[in-house]
T-cell receptor, first 111, second 116 residues
């Protein structure tokens, strides 16, 4: 069955450093992959979408890579700030446009 | 900026009671989804609508859950009877597609359900 793995351990980094989060998947060939931010008690907020024919995508301080051979996506936040502290979810297109989500990685940026 | 509206924001109900959640998607978004998120996990799809038709309800516990989107706009998710294990965040999302390409996917703030 389809499986998406994100590091369940929280990632703690110092302000100003680059945060790198990993999303690995198996038994799947998604047409696209998305990254979301989720704050406690709130719904996920869409950040970036990358398609299977794209290797890298950037938006301000965010960068996503997508390696369909390794079945892996990396999500980078450069010059991280305490306001970036949240849970980040990776999601793959499930078919018929619905999404399958990983369990998320909690990022804590220390001032 | 357009939002997906959900109500209520919080709901506490006793087990065996009925509970209902409402969602109003972004105007023009033909596809509507209900997801359930248990604390510490990612959202899981319960049901997907395309306009007023159900596209996927394979993960919906149909003995107690029902969902409808009668006019292809807003939607209601109902649980009857509620069980303790139904305590979770219920998220509604909507998306816009052009052909096979999704070009917008937005979640609401969710309804936090606690069954006591």
């Amino acid at each position: 069955s389809q499986k998406i793995e994100q590091n369940s351990e929280a990632l703690n980094i110092q302000e100003g450093k680059t945060a790198t989060l990993t999303c690995n998947y198996t038994n799947y060939s998604p047409a696209y992959l998305q990254w979301y931010r989720q704050d406690p008690g709130r719904g996920p907020v869409f950040l970036l979408l990358i398609r299977e024919n794209e290797k890298e995508k950037r938006k301000e301080r965010l960068k996503v890579t997508f390696d369909t051979t390794l079945k892996q996506s990396l999500f980078h936040i450069t010059a991280s700030q305490p306001a970036d502290s949240a849970t980040y979810l990776c999601a793959l297109e499930k078919g018929r446009r619905a999404l399958t989500f990983g369990s998320g990685t909690r990022l804590q940026v220390q001032p | 900026e357009a939002e997906v509206a959900q109500s209520p924001r919080y709901k506490i109900t006793e087990k065996s009671q009925a509970v209902a959640f409402w969602c109003d998607p972004i105007s023009g978004h033909a596809t509507l989804y209900w997801y359930r998120q248990i604390l510490g996990q990612g959202p899981e799809l319960l049901v997907q609508f395309q306009d007023e038709s159900v596209v996927d309800d394979s993960q919906l516990p149909k003995d107690r859950f029902s969902a409808e989107r009668l006019k292809g706009v807003d939607s209601t998710l109902k649980i009857q009877p509620a069980e303790l294990g139904d305590s979770a965040m219920y998220l509604c999302a909507s998306s816009l597609s052009v052909g096979a390409r999704v070009i917008g996917y937005t979640f609401g703030s969710g309804t936090r359900l606690t069954v006591v």
